[in-house]
């Protein structure tokens, strides 16, 4: 759960990290930005969304990954209520480090329902990020 204040109207809203749809303001009904945390454990549910899914994955000591992350906090402004940031410590979660074979971060995943979709690697600009998303939309907001 996470305390997020409208990008419209400002009200903090409490978010929660798994939901069914997309979260929402309380006040105005605007989508709200959807950034958690996910681990091992809690990967496959923090992932179990319609929403395309922007899986990030990063470790503290990454200098380029902390160039990623106010990028990934716009994209989720940008896209609230299309786009799930799902952010993945890679240090805390050595299962999905090999699954996805994390030797070089950040590593960004566009998934949706399971599915990788897209892989970038390395702190990408924002205008990258967005074709790769802009790419895979609408496809899946087609469904
Ligand atoms: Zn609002």
Request: hydrophobic share 40%.
């Amino acid at each position: 759960m996470s305390i997020v204040a409208c990008p419209q109207c400002g009200k903090k809203n409490r978010v929660q990290d798994i939901e069914h749809g997309r979260p929402k303001c309380g006040q105005c009904q605007s989508n709200l930005p959807w950034v958690v945390n996910a681990d091992d454990v809690s990967f496959t549910s923090a992932t179990d969304t319609r929403l395309l899914t922007l899986v990030d994955l990063w470790a503290p000591w990454c200098g380029p990954c902390r160039l990623v992350a106010p990028v990934l906090r716009q994209l989720a402004s940008a896209y609230a209520g299309r786009l799930k940031v799902v952010k993945v410590n890679v240090d805390e979660s050595p299962q999905l480090a090999s699954k996805f074979q994390a030797t070089s971060i950040p590593m960004l995943l566009l998934l949706h329902e399971g599915n990788v979709l897209d892989t970038v690697v390395g702190a990408q600009p924002e205008h990258v990020l967005r074709q790769r998303i802009d790419f895979l939309l609408p496809t899946i907001e087609m469904n």
